[in-house]
């Protein structure tokens, strides 16, 4: 226990947990950052409850709340103000309000304004500081790698949506392609290191992703694309079949790039510990591992998939659609992925541990 106690970097901790108090304190005071105006709610009375019951016989309450509070930035800081708001139980459109919390105001003038959303930069900042710094203490530099490729990542994200606006969505597969690759090569090089693991790990999990869509692709002219509805995405200004590919490749690479890592490094590793083990039992070996990551991978992508589906097909369900119409309409395109990825997942097992095993004995010799 005593060890314990002295390998843990306690003053890491108090150095990370002064300065995560210090920047709470300043995003909970940085209404001056914002142009819109800001309400700090002071004063909350419930003025009326209603009840409301649809055609499908669905209950719901809703609420109206007299809001008192200050403006707290801009040149109409200092100001009294009150306004209504109307929340419901479900709080599926709108928000209940208490005391102490801040809000954006949309000021009409003559005394009148409408709340349009709470300001809730505070527990988003308070979020990514807390990962941020576990990754800093528990991780050392393999965190600080990880939050590199976040970062680099996440703006190559954005570069490829612009891209992608500018085009109006006609090479919207072609863009996210290549950015799966610049994803693959960028996590893989700060990860693992410029060398022949590497390499070896990012053709893996090109070869298998991109292997796994054209098989899809495949399936889908020899069955015509049956029971795949495209206008589930019915949001979406741009053509939803390539759309729909690309978000499979962007799905699917983590979880692929993740189970060929496990393999390679794993096999590496024994390779270094016993020169003389044969090509065949790294192999076999990497097959064994990848036995053991292949279902809880699949399975993490299917609730992945399937989760992000769920609030639209229960509100489906509680409209009087049926279980059929609902799954089609909300559920179908998340299953189709869950299974494309499976097939990159499963491809992934013998091409990393074929590619390992001819490298690493290439490299031995």
């Given at each position: 226990m005593g060890n314990l106690l002295k390998?843990?970097?306690?003053?890491?901790?108090?150095i990370f947990a002064l300065i995560g108090v210090a920047l709470m304190f300043f995003v909970s005071h940085d209404d001056f950052l914002y142009t819109q105006p800001i309400m700090q709610i002071q004063k909350v009375e419930e003025l009326s409850k209603n009840k409301e019951i649809d055609t499908f016989q669905n209950v719901d309450h809703s609420y109206v709340q007299k809001l008192s509070g200050v403006i707290t930035n801009g040149k109409h800081k200092g100001e009294h103000i009150t306004l209504n708001n109307t929340y419901t139980d479900s709080k599926a459109m709108d928000k209940k309000y208490k005391v102490g919390q801040k809000a954006f105001v949309v000021l009409h003038g003559q005394g009148e304004?409408?709340?349009?959303?709470?300001?809730?930069?505070?527990?988003?900042?308070?979020?990514?500081?807390?990962?941020?710094?576990?990754?800093?203490?528990f991780l050392?530099?393999?965190?600080?790698?990880?939050?590199g490729s976040i970062i680099i990542n996440t703006i190559l994200f954005m570069v490829a949506l612009y891209f992608d606006g500018f085009n109006n969505g006609s090479n919207v597969l072609w863009i996210f392609s290549i950015l799966a690759v610049l994803f693959s090569a960028i996590?893989?090089?700060?990860?693992?290191?410029?060398?022949?693991?590497?390499?070896?790990?990012?053709?893996?999990?090109?070869?298998?992703?991109?292997?796994?869509?054209i098989i899809s692709l495949i399936v889908f002219k020899f069955t015509h694309e049956k029971g795949i509805f495209y206008e589930s995405m019915q949001y979406v200004t741009q053509p939803p079949r390539p759309l729909f590919l690309a978000e499979t490749i962007i799905g699917s690479l983590g979880?692929?790039?993740?189970?060929?890592?496990?393999?390679?490094?794993?096999?590496?590793?024994?390779?270094?510990?016993?020169p003389d083990v044969s090509r065949k039992q790294l192999f076999l070996s990497g097959r064994?591992?990848?036995?053991?990551?292949?279902?809880?991978?699949?399975?993490v992508l299917f609730f992945i998939f399937m989760g992000e589906t769920l609030s639209m097909t229960l509100l489906f369900l509680k409209n009087g659609n049926s279980w059929g119409y609902?799954?089609?309409?909300?559920?179908?395109?998340?299953?189709?992925?869950?299974?494309?990825?499976?097939?990159?997942?499963?491809?992934?097992?013998?091409?990393?541990?074929?590619?390992?095993?001819?490298?690493?004995?290439?490299?031995?010799?």
């Open positions: 390998k843990f970097p306690i003053k890491m901790v108090g304004s409408t709340i349009r959303d709470a300001k809730r930069d505070t527990p988003v900042v308070f979020l990514i500081y807390l990962a941020i710094a576990l990754m800093f203490i050392k530099m393999a965190g600080i790698t990880a939050i996590t893989l090089w700060l990860v693992i290191g410029w060398n022949r693991q590497m390499f070896v790990t990012l053709a893996s999990t090109v070869a298998c992703t991109f292997l796994s869509i979880a692929v790039m993740d189970e060929s890592t496990d393999i390679i490094s794993s096999l590496f590793a024994l390779k270094m510990e016993r064994n591992i990848g036995k053991s990551i292949m279902g809880p991978l699949i399975n609902s799954f089609s309409m909300n559920m179908s395109l998340g299953m189709v992925q869950s299974l494309i990825s499976g097939i990159g997942i499963v491809l992934a097992v013998p091409v990393a541990s074929g590619l390992t095993s001819f490298f690493a004995e290439k490299r031995r010799k």
